[in-house]
């Protein structure tokens, strides 16, 4: 599932990474770090899935309450991460930011592609 996930929000980000490049570095570092800030999100995303698969098996309750923690902990390290990372970039960086950001959580839609279920 991870790889899937992985290489289709890689690539997006990439790209926009590298339009960016085209444009002016200065702009590319900002698109680096919405990059960064996806793959975080994705990788947290994919942990706490599997987590919530595994445990689901021996207890359903269980497993869905790690889904509802894991939502809220995301939310709060995006967050974190995004002050952050603009509170250090010029403020001509914050719209490669979100938009690297954006593009690629919407190649998420490619994983969700056929499923009845988010965690199918």
Do not use: C
Not at 18 to 35: E, N, P, S
Not at 38 to 59: C, H, I, P, W, Y
Request: net charge positive; hydrophobic share 60%; glycine share 8%.
């Amino acid at each position: 599932m991870l790889s899937k996930v992985f290489k289709i929000q890689a690539v997006i980000g990439l790209v926009v990474v590298g339009v960016y490049a085209l444009i002016g570095l200065d702009l590319a570092v900002g698109a680096a770090y919405g990059f960064f800030v996806g793959m975080m999100n994705v990788l947290m995303l994919s942990f706490t899935f599997d987590k919530a698969n595994q445990r689901s098996e021996k207890d359903p309750k269980a497993g869905m309450l790690i889904l509802y923690v894991s939502a809220v902990v995301r939310f709060v390290l995006l967050a974190v991460l995004f002050i952050v990372g603009l509170f250090f970039l010029e403020e001509s960086q914050v719209f490669p930011v979100v938009l690297t950001f954006v593009l690629m959580q919407l190649g998420q839609l490619f994983n969700l592609r056929g499923k009845r279920r988010l965690t199918d």
